[in-house]
């Protein structure tokens, strides 16, 4: 959610960033749903925490010096390591809330009305009797 976007950002990581956006673009449509996309995140985020604390010094030393390239990159690998740690934590069970609101708003859908009737495709005023009408047509 919004704290998670906030900590990605203190990565400094734009690349991880577009990878968990995109990773959010798709819903969980159930617990199971949630729970495996959860899982799926927390690995990623590891495994991007472990790559960026190799790839960080590195990175560092060509900006800088030796000596505080790899001290300042360091530094910012092992901060990025924790950083998509816990992210990849909140993640997890941001998917899993979110698999379990999706399946509680299926389940809770009942309709107030029976649906309009389109002649025509014209949007014409709401009518009870002709959506009751419609209704018994398409039952049979």
Not at 7 to 14: I, M, R, W
Not at 16 to 44: I, N, S
Not at 82 to 90: F, P, Q, R, T
């Amino acid at each position: 959610g919004t704290l998670g976007k906030g900590l990605a950002k203190t990565t400094f990581d734009k690349e991880y960033m577009a990878k968990r956006q995109r990773a959010y673009m798709v819903k969980p449509r159930g617990p199971l749903q949630g729970a495996k996309k959860g899982l799926e995140m927390l690995y990623t985020s590891m495994i991007d925490g472990v790559v960026y604390l190799v790839k960080r010094p590195k990175e560092a030393i060509q900006e800088k010096d030796f000596v505080r390239g790899i001290l300042w990159g360091t530094v910012q690998g092992v901060v990025g390591l924790a950083i998509k740690l816990l992210l990849g934590v909140l993640d997890f069970l941001t998917m899993i809330l979110k698999g379990f609101t999706r399946a509680d708003n299926q389940v809770n859908q009942t309709r107030m009305r029976k649906p309009r009737v389109l002649v025509s495709n014209v949007v014409s005023p709401y009518d009870p009797a002709a959506a009751e009408g419609q209704t018994i047509l398409q039952e049979f």
